[in-house]
């Protein structure tokens, strides 16, 4: 009987082992986790068994459900895709504070000592590591990657796979772009276009991002 507690990961390094270790922290049984590499994937997951490479779907149990536990925004839409219905719920670290007037979608990721506050929504196959504060009212759209110790200020817009890097910042109301990257340690006090990268205090695009978007135009 499928109890819902029950996951397989897609994804078998580094972030999969925190993700494995997360999930065990609230309830879920972790049985195994897809990889194409079989061997570097094997010696990240220590305890758990390797059950095919990750297009090999048909190998998770029909009593389990299924994680992207990748870095790449681009295969956690792939996979997530692919499972569908089969998607496991948010997977929260029994550390992490998260409101109950938040909204966190399936396959969304909250890491250990993260906050999510209130009203604050989480999209598909969100990244929020550890240690990272969203605050209330923001939005997190889907497939974007919060890091580890980053803050997003009340009412920011975070947009569909961003990636906010270490200890950075997001003033509030702030809107970062579509796949938009914010450098480690940088302060958003103004919107971010989409499609670049942005660095510094107030952060700024920089101009390899600037010349690319003017060529694109």
């Given at each position: 009987?499928n109890?819902?507690?029950?996951?397989?990961?897609?994804?078998?390094?580094?972030?999969?082992?925190?993700?494995?270790?997360?999930?065990?922290?609230?309830g879920?049984?972790?049985?195994?986790?897809?990889?194409?590499?079989?061997?570097?994937?094997?010696?990240?997951?220590?305890?758990l068994?390797?059950?095919?490479?990750?297009?090999?779907?048909?190998?998770?149990p029909?009593?389990?459900?299924?994680?992207?536990?990748v870095?790449?925004?681009?295969?956690r839409?792939?996979?997530?895709?692919?499972?569908?219905?089969?998607?496991?719920?948010?997977?929260?670290?029994?550390?992490?504070?998260?409101?109950?007037?938040?909204?966190?979608?399936?396959?969304?990721f909250?890491g250990?000592?993260?906050?999510?506050?209130?009203?604050?929504?989480?999209?598909?196959?969100?990244?929020?590591?550890?240690?990272?504060?969203?605050?209330?009212?923001?939005?997190?759209?889907?497939?974007?990657?919060?890091?580890?110790?980053?803050?997003?200020?009340?009412?920011?817009?975070?947009?569909?796979q961003?990636v906010?890097?270490?200890?950075?910042a997001?003033?509030?109301?702030?809107?970062?772009g579509?796949?938009?990257?914010l450098?480690?340690?940088?302060?958003?006090?103004?919107?971010?276009?989409?499609?670049?990268?942005?660095?510094?205090?107030p952060?700024?695009?920089?101009?390899?991002?600037?010349?690319?978007?003017?060529?694109?135009?």
């Open positions: 009987m109890d819902g507690r029950t996951l397989v990961l897609l994804g078998g390094g580094g972030h999969g082992a925190v993700v494995a270790e997360a999930a065990r922290t609230c879920w049984t972790v049985v195994g986790y897809l990889d194409d590499a079989a061997q570097t994937a094997a010696a990240r997951l220590v305890g068994e390797r059950l095919g490479a990750l297009d090999d779907l048909d190998r998770i029909a009593a389990a459900l299924g994680h992207a536990a870095g790449d925004p681009t295969l839409r792939r996979w997530l895709d692919a499972l569908a219905a089969r998607t496991a719920g948010p997977i929260v670290h029994e550390s992490a504070v998260v409101s109950p007037s938040a909204r966190l979608a399936p396959g969304s909250v250990p000592r993260a906050v999510i506050n209130a009203r604050a929504v989480v999209g598909r196959g969100v990244i929020v590591n550890s240690g990272a504060i969203i605050e209330h009212d923001c939005v997190l759209a889907d497939f974007c990657h919060v890091a580890p110790g980053a803050v997003i200020g009340g009412s920011a817009v975070v947009g569909e961003c906010i890097g270490l200890n950075a997001v003033l509030p109301g702030v809107h970062i579509a796949g938009s990257t450098g480690a340690g940088s302060v958003a006090v103004a919107g971010v276009p989409d499609g670049v990268t942005a660095v510094g205090v952060a700024r695009p920089t101009e390899a991002s600037r010349a690319s978007t003017e060529a694109a135009l």
